[in-house]
């Protein structure tokens, strides 16, 4: 079974709202996904490096 790895739309607009909800900064919203997707990497995985 192929497992599937995308967040739809609404998925993503409700992790938004909630991450705000917890006090987050569009700043931090914006990291926060980024590290999701794979984007950005955690910084002790590159300091394992």
Do not use: F, H, P, Y
């Given at each position: 079974?192929?497992?599937?790895?995308?967040?739809?739309?609404?998925?993503?607009?409700?992790?938004?709202?909630?991450?705000?909800?917890?006090?987050f900064d569009n700043n931090k919203v914006v990291e926060c996904i980024e590290?999701?997707?794979?984007?950005?990497?955690?910084?002790?995985?590159?300091?394992?490096?």
């Open positions: 079974m192929e497992v599937l790895k995308a967040m739809t739309a609404n998925e993503i607009l409700n992790l938004i709202d909630w991450l705000r909800a917890q006090g590290a999701v997707e794979g984007k950005k990497r955690n910084k002790a995985e590159t300091e394992e490096e």
